[in-house]
């Protein structure tokens, strides 16, 4: 009898200890997600002035956007999903005049109104591109432009870039071909935020 009680006391410590250590690893893992969450998510970002707009990049980490799409703090899903995307890269590009005019006048980008909004919808992404720091190109593969239809003092576009190892510093190139400020380089030298 001793030896049964004896078991099953040694068999309640192993399973208790077991699932203390999974739920103390999963509390330290949404913790991380949570202190992300509450110190921001974003990379340092990169300021470049020219011709009174401040043109800003920020590399955003993926696991931000996951989150954000699956409105889910379960790690494992989101470990998971981030394995499949490891190799993308998302950029945050702003583009803010000093006096927060509207970017997309007439007076800035020599196009109509709703052609600019053309522009920064879709041709946009042709005016970017990142090089690895194993000197690899690598064209922007996508664009979300963000509209705040004159709300926001800036225009805000998305950029996505595919095939980047996920622990490559990158530089992001941008020829602007909408404000005519020619070309501008924004170093990212540290590796991708992870978490």
């Not at 998971?80 to 006096?99: G, W, Y």
């Not at 690598?138 to 950029?159: D, M, Q, T």
């Not at 980047?164 to 602007?176: A, G, K, R, S, T």
């Amino acid at each position: 009898m001793k030896k049964l009680i004896l078991i099953i006391g040694v068999s309640l410590f192993c399973f208790t200890s077991c699932k203390n250590g999974k739920k103390e690893r999963v509390i330290t893992e949404d913790y991380k997600f949570f202190n992300l969450a509450v110190d921001g998510w974003k990379s340092k970002k990169i300021n470049q002035y020219i011709n009174d707009i401040n043109y800003t990049a920020t590399e955003v980490p993926l696991q931000y956007y996951i989150l954000k799409d699956t409105q889910d703090f379960e790690t494992e899903a989101v470990d998971s999903i981030f394995k499949l995307h490891e190799n993308e890269r998302v950029l945050e590009v702003e583009f803010h005049h000093n006096e927060e005019k509207d970017l997309l006048q007439k007076e800035f980008t020599n196009l109509e109104y709703d052609k600019a909004v053309e522009y920064m919808a879709f041709k946009i992404q042709n005016d970017f591109k990142v090089i690895t720091s194993t000197n690899d190109t690598i064209i922007c593969s996508g664009v979300l432009f963000e509209r705040n239809f004159k709300v926001a003092p800036f225009k805000r576009a998305l950029l996505y870039f595919g095939n980047i190892n996920p622990n490559e510093e990158i530089q992001l190139v941008y020829n602007d071909q909408l404000f005519g400020s020619g070309l501008m380089k924004f170093n990212f030298k540290a590796k991708p935020l992870k978490l």
